[in-house]
Structures are given as structure tokens and as C-alpha cells.
């Protein structure tokens, strides 16, 4: 089955700085790859998909990058602000397969 | 629209006690999902319902069984908990494939 692997597990900035978390995953068939953040104590919720046939996608303040070849992909907060803390998820599917999602990143964003 | 609910949002329970976690989507979603999330180990697949009246095992099924009652609700059971279980399960559900999936707000679940 698929495997996804997500780093770093913690990270923390400075507001205003900008933060990049990395994703990589095992079957050159996933097509999908969403990210979910979730806040302390809240249920996850998506903030951003792109899927294989593109290899950027931007929203705000938010991006995420597809290289298929390398198997990998990455979300970009710029500018990122204290209500960015929380945990991202990475994942990923293909076909009609669930997801499977990557171990978390806790985002620390420091005032 | 309440989205997907889940019940309870607490519970503890005894080793080899039994219960039911319930969830219900008002959003009209074919699929519906179960997940435990365990510290450092993300978001597990326990089981799953593609449609109404299918059922299929996810990554970690094993102690529990599922009932997909009609296409609002799914429910979760462990027939016999053991301190291994205990963990904060989500439902969710989404429209199908590569679809946003919406979840509920999660159940805390302590087996002593």
C-alpha cells in the first residue's frame, strides 16, 4: 500500500517568517494529494489539494508543489501568523483508494 | 447544515467493557471513514464505507466492527476494549473520490 513520509514533525518560526513542510510518498500512482490542518483540540480541516496534473497551487498565503518525478510535495505558508499554529497533514491517494495520511507537522508560530 | 456528528465526545471505559460510536453526515456524502489519532501517528484507517451497504477494513480494523445503518450513519463498535484502543477516534465522510473530506469533532476515548 501507500506510504507517507512527513518532515519535519516539529517546526517552529517567527511570524512573518515563512514555513515549508515536506511530504513524500511511495506509489508513482497516487494522482491526489490533499493537506488538512487541525488546531489544538479541534477536527482536521482542508486547507488546500492539488492534484498530479498540475504542479503548483496557490491560495492566499498558501501553496502547495508536486514533483512527481521525485515523489514528493510540499505546503509553503508565507508571512505566517500566529493563528497558522497548529498540526498539517499531508496525504495521498490514487484511484479510488482512501487516503493515507503522513505523521503531522506541528507548526509553531512565535508573536 | 451540522455537517458530520459524532457521539460521544467523551468516554471511559473499563478493559472488556463494550460501546458504540455514532456518526451522522447531513451533507449527503456516499463515503464514510473511520480514524483513530494516536500521538505522533497521525490519522489511521480503521474501517471504511464507500457506499451504503459496503464495508471494507482500513489500515488498523482490528477490535472493531462497523454498521453503515443507511447513508447518513456510520457506526463504530468495540466489542471488548483493551487500553490499546484508547486514543480520540474522528469519523468523516466526502462525496467520493478526491473529494474534500469533512470530519466530525472527534471522540476522546480512554480504556483504563
Known amino acids: 500500500g501507500e506510504n507517507v513520509e512527513q518532515h519535519p514533525s516539529t517546526l517552529s518560526v517567527q511570524e512573518g517568517d515563512s514555513a515549508v513542510i515536506k511530504c513524500t510518498y511511495s506509489?508513482?500512482?497516487?494522482?491526489?494529494f490533499p493537506w488538512y490542518k487541525q488546531e489544538l483540540g479541534k477536527r482536521p480541516q482542508l486547507i488546500i489539494d492539488?492534484?498530479?496534473?498540475?504542479g503548483e497551487k496557490k491560495d492566499q498565503r498558501i501553496a502547495v508543489t508536486l514533483n512527481k518525478t521525485a515523489k514528493h510535495f510540499s505546503l509553503h505558508i508565507t508571512e505566517t501568523q500566529p493563528e497558522d499554529s497548529a498540526v498539517y497533514f499531508c496525504?495521498?491517494?490514487?484511484?479510488?483508494?482512501?487516503?493515507?495520511f503522513g505523521k503531522g507537522t506541528m507548526l509553531l508560530v512565535s508573536p | 447544515n451540522a455537517g458530520v456528528t459524532q457521539t460521544p465526545k467523551f468516554q471511559v471505559l473499563k478493559t472488556g467493557q463494550s460501546m458504540t460510536l455514532q456518526c451522522a453526515q447531513d451533507m449527503n456524502h456516499n463515503s464514510m471513514y473511520w480514524y483513530r489519532q494516536d500521538p505522533g501517528m497521525g490519522l489511521r484507517l480503521i474501517y471504511y464505507s464507500a457506499s451504503e451497504g459496503t464495508t471494507d477494513k482500513g489500515e488498523v480494523p482490528n477490535g472493531y466492527n462497523v454498521s453503515r445503518l443507511n447513508k447518513r450513519e456510520f457506526s463504530l463498535r468495540l466489542e471488548s476494549a483493551a487500553p490499546s484502543q484508547t486514543s480520540v477516534y474522528f469519523c468523516?465522510?466526502?462525496?467520493?473520490?478526491?473529494?474534500?473530506?469533512?470530519f466530525g469533532q472527534g471522540t476522546r476515548l480512554t480504556v483504563v
Open positions: 468523516a465522510s466526502d462525496q467520493g473520490r478526491h473529494t474534500e473530506a469533512f
Open positions: 506509489d508513482s500512482a497516487s494522482n491526489y
Open positions: 496525504a495521498a491517494s490514487m484511484g479510488y483508494s482512501t487516503l493515507t
Open positions: 492539488i492534484r498530479s496534473n498540475v
